[in-house]
Each structure stands twice: as C-alpha cells, then as structure tokens.
C-alpha cells in the first residue's frame, strides 16, 4: 500500500480476531511510534502491550476498577470483557517531563501522534486496529494498577488484530471543509 492511499483509506477496525500481530509486525508498529514528531526528543510515551495472559489481567484491572467505581454488575461484566475485543491491546501513555520549550501538551500530543502512526502501521501491513478511550483512560486505579505515576496520561487504548470483515471503505472526506485562510 502507498503512502496515499494509507492516508486516505485508513480507517478503525472496531471487529479484531486472532492473531494478533507477531513479533516482527509488533515491532514494526512500536518503530513506526518512535518515528513521531517528538519535540525535545523526549519520547513521552510508554507503550504497555497486553497480549495472551496480559489480556486477563487487564480485564483484572478494569473489573477491579469498575468495582470500586460502584458499578453494577452488567457494567462489571462489560469491564471484563472490554479486553478480549483484540487479540492485542498496546495502553499508550503519554509520560509528561517538566522542560522550559516543551509543555505537557506537546507531549501529550506526541503520545496521541504514537497511537495514531502504530494504527497506520496496522492497516498498513494488512492488520486492523482501532483506537479507543473511555472512562478507564482517565481512572486512577486503573493509573496505580499499571503503576503509572501521578502525572501519567493513558491516551487510548489501541486494540490490534486481524480484520474479522472486510469492512467498506468510507467516503472520503474534503479537508477542505474545515480550512480557511488568513
């Protein structure tokens, strides 16, 4: 696949299956990661790849935080199953670092940068991915659970597999649109 047609067909795969990716296209999605505009050079971002039993104990996580979160129990149920949607789920966190040119925010969207080159990745090599927030991307048992620090960031979840369909492509949007001059 081309450069073009990558950014302009790319879109989420909400419908993953084994396998998830194997070592060398991993790799090839955590290097086209570390590729992002990185102003500083301060890599803020970590990468927790869950796969396997990984998998469980995310599901773990997320029922334990739902639980103290006083969820009920369809609520409960769906935290544990969030996980298996994906063969792989790769939590990227933007880890932030005090510096006189770079703010949190640069580094923020850095991390958001990384999630969005390692989805392109996916649909590149003939994986799907698809990107995904949500209230545990924001709880902090879930943040003490991965042993995140305080001012760490979870920026989505990046569930990683192999298209269960062939889904349609969607119309192409004109950037056009949201553009204008000065």
């Known amino acids: 696949m081309d450069a073009k047609q990558l950014l302009l067909t790319r879109q989420s ?4 299956v084994a396998p998830a990716p194997n070592d060398e296209q991993l790799t090839f999605l955590l290097d086209a990661a570390a590729r992002v505009p990185d102003h500083g050079a301060l890599t803020p971002w970590e990468f927790i790849i869950a796969v ?5 104990k995310l599901a773990d996580i997320f029922v334990a935080a739902a639980n103290a ?3 009920d129990d369809a ?5 544990g199953n969030m996980p298996y949607r994906a063969p792989m789920v790769i939590t990227v ?5 005090q510096h006189d040119k770079v703010p949190a925010i640069e580094q923020h969207i850095a991390a958001g940068c990384a999630t969005m080159a390692m ?3 996916a649909f590149a090599i003939g994986l799907g991915a698809v990107w995904r927030s949500g209230d545990f991307a924001f709880n902090a048992d879930v943040n003490n659970a991965l042993g995140l620090a305080a001012d760490d ?14 889904a349609p492509t969607k119309p192409l949007k004109s950037g056009q649109q949201f553009a204008r001059y000065l």
């Open 13 to 16: 795969t909400p419908r993953l």
């Open 153 to 166: 960031q979870i920026v989505g979840f990046l569930y990683v597999g192999t298209p269960a369909v062939v």
């Open 52 to 56: 396997d039993d990984g998998l469980a």
């Open 69 to 71: 979160q006083g969820a």
């Open 119 to 121: 989805q392109q990745a």
């Open 75 to 79: 609520m409960i149920t769906k935290a």
């Open 93 to 97: 966190v933007a880890k932030t670092q």
